[in-house]
């Protein structure tokens, strides 16, 4: 199993800097014309600028060179980091997923409104390891409730149906489910 590590990265000013100063050099270069090194000068400007990438507040950069993970970039701002490289935004904010289902328990059909909040804290398990993360945590999730309230029901007939027992328990077994993807739930509600 993959999980997040950091990607090389440096200051986007500096690169900056850096190309202000071979544009510079440039000109030079053309007027005094010397045109091998102008055209050298253009390269390195074509690389730099193919490094740049900027990460805004709360998201990640995901770094992939030719399908291979190298890293992840947190820090925000203007960022230098490998380039010719595919960069895979990711959003660090706190997600809501919302879902209505029913169960079908023996005397009873019972419709369930869950309201989960989450955020991504490992960016790699949950680019690498799931293809939707939504629709991973909405089947997990009915189906945990699903199983809790069978059985609850079959135990205990008469008790209250969502008890805060049961939302423990749901709870518990769904952040080790979601842990396994770099997902932390941050709140979540259980209605009927």
């Given amino acids: 199993m993959r999980t997040e590590r950091d990607a090389w990265s440096a200051n986007g000013l500096l690169t900056i800097a850096l190309l202000a ?5 440039i000109i030079i270069n053309i007027y005094e014309a010397e ?11 074509i690389i730099l600028l193919a490094g740049l990438t900027i990460v805004k507040p709360n998201e990640a950069k995901v770094i992939m060179l030719f399908g291979k993970y190298l890293g992840t970039v947190r820090n925000e701002g203007l960022i230098y980091t490998v380039p010719f490289t595919k960069r895979k935004r990711i959003s660090l904010k706190i997600k809501t997923f919302e879902s209505e289902f029913s169960i079908s328990l023996s005397d009873r059909f019972v419709t369930i409104h869950l309201i989960l909040f989450y955020k991504v804290v490992d960016t790699a398990k949950v680019l690498f390891e799931v293809e939707q993360a939504e629709q991973f945590i909405q089947l997990q999730s009915e189906t945990i409730l699903k199983s809790i309230l069978m059985n609850e029901e079959h135990e205990n007939p008469q008790a209250e149906l969502i008890s805060d027992h049961i939302k423990e328990q749901f709870t518990i077994l769904l952040e080790q489910k979601l842990n396994r993807l770099g997902i932390e739930i941050a709140d979540l509600y259980i209605g009927h």
């Fill in 35 to 45: 045109f091998v090194f102008a055209f050298l000068f253009i390269s390195l400007i």
């Fill in 21 to 25: 100063l071979l544009i510079y050099l």
